[in-house]
């Protein structure tokens, strides 16, 4: 894996170069420690294996195409996930082959450029929840000469987008299959809700009505001789109970590979931390002043983290605690006054996805040295 | 100001094009109302020549090098602000002159980049609040051949970066005027805390105390034959302060030319809001679904606006509340069930600073027409 980056101007659009000490990454940066990425990544392998389920990557997470070849590659994933028709284009253009829009697409012009994809060579899935937009999505892959495959969104306890119960998926999944050059593809059943649920009996109540509701639209479906190529949901916090319910054959998992702070507070039955993922992200960043007792000022601020889910956590610095973040300060608690100017710490993000589209790139890191860098492809893709 | 926008492929990486109805503009995307905005450019032109002090732009809101030229250019501006190294060099490349970094610049690397700026004919001032960092802004200035201007900053209450009081302020002044290739610019005074302190009367007390702290240092320097040519400081929330005091001589305002809401809750003494600023940015969002009695879903989430001062307020939509926010999407509540898929509503984002760097363009729009497009040049810049 070694690209080329001299197009790049170090500290200007890049942080770091490949060779490079950690000390020595430009701030603040976030990096991925390797090892920590590799096990998560085998990991998620193992455990589809296990269940016996497909995993369609989730790639709204890290917006990487690098890394969603990766999860392809080495994941075992069947193809990738994404939210919105910019990322999916992004992904496409960069040779990803099987890419599902899990959510609804309405613009006219949105879905004009959908319809268009498949032209690459791309396999095109997308979500729904109303009749009219199944035929605006016909309309325009009628006009552009192509497929696009279509899953009915249900609302399983969300309460966001989809449709609200197992007669309204029957009466789309009905209309999609008599809509010229559309294929219905499935259900897409994603409990948002439960992901950060961190007590197990709080998720286990919730999951435990999503898969009710999921398999009572399947089983009626199945009744009317109508078959779920995909029933797709589950996230980092869920998918053990999606994977095991027997209703599920895809998982949708994304910050499986990099783990955030609020994930970490995600707890099984016993009270431990759920799965056996590592923090494979940190956001790196420079003291800059120490002028008041007992405090260290740190270069990374709303700009370089999101703090929706609270502030990071201080990864192995339990002397050190995260206190405030302003537009591009971070101010530490440092009661031993152990920080110096240009101290490097490293910061577990709060909330990985607007974490990670807040960057350029991934720095790799194995063994204290920078060993590649990753483009966030689809940063600020959001049309 | 016509530029040509044919590289840019609407919808994948431009969400406009100028003659556009704002109705056909790709959400979610920032869309500046250009007669709020040129009313806020000149009002603060106007308040600058009402009290006889400079303005020096702060850009780390915007991060747009046209938008910092249209500020000193019609908004009279005598130079810009920003924050970190690498937005100083986009602003230098762009064309600006007169910039100063308002921040510490500690990293040897970035040190020295910024020593390499006055090369471009580009007038360089920087902060600092500790003796080794003057040895080192010296050291890459005499390296590089150039002279860089260096203020103390003092901490007035802000409780982050800045030396504790004018005697330290004193000695470092005295370490920058001895030191070689650099040339002591004065006292940098900012207090963040009061720019959102939203009572007149605790944000006159903070003022009273920043004022008092920095005339003394500015006193003390003067005892010693030291003058300071930049006094500076000040935001949109605490300015009328700055520049009524006699003490300080150049604003560093930001917010004042979009406005958000949290600065639509800092109230002047009458308890109405203190400036008559307009709000000129706002995110335009479409619904793309519905299917919740009493609720729509609209496509602006965490990844199209920072919500750390709260969520964005729907502009001119009482019947409307904005509730709930996740990556890409935002849940509003709509209990007359009025808003359709497709409908666009514009929401006043809760914090304009970590917002705009989300976007990499503003959709200039007058009169319901797309007008110009501004590019979001430092957007990511924060090395």
Redesign the interface.
Known sequence: MTSDFSQYT????I?ALPGMKVE?V????LIVDLDAFDHNLLKMRDEIAKYGVRHRAHC?MHKSAEIAKLQMEQGHACGVCC????EA?TLARAGITDIMVS??V?????ID?LAQLPKLGVRILVCT??L??IAALSEAAVKQGTELEVLVEL?CGG??????DSAAVLELATAIIAAPNLRFAGIQSYQ?AAQHAYEYADRKALMDTAITITKDAVDLLESKEIHCDIVGGGGTGSYPFEAASGVFNELQCGSYLFMDADYRRVKDKDGQYLPAFEHALFLLT???????DG?A?C?A????H???TGPPEVFERPDLQSLD?????G?LKDPQNTLK??DKIKLVPG?C??TC????WYVGVRGGVVETLWHVTA?????
């Open positions: 170090l500290g200007y659009d942080p020595e430009q701030t603040p940066a709204k939210q919105k028709v910019s284009e959510n609804e309405c613009d006219p012009y949105k450029r929840d109303n009219p937009n609302d309460s966001r987008c989809g449709v609200a948002g420079s003291i800059m002043s120490t002028d008041i405090q000022v270069d601020g709303l700009k370089a999101s703090i929706d973040y302003s537009d591009e300060h101010v100017i240009n909330h996805d607007p589209n807040l960057h350029d940063r600020g893709k959001f049309y």
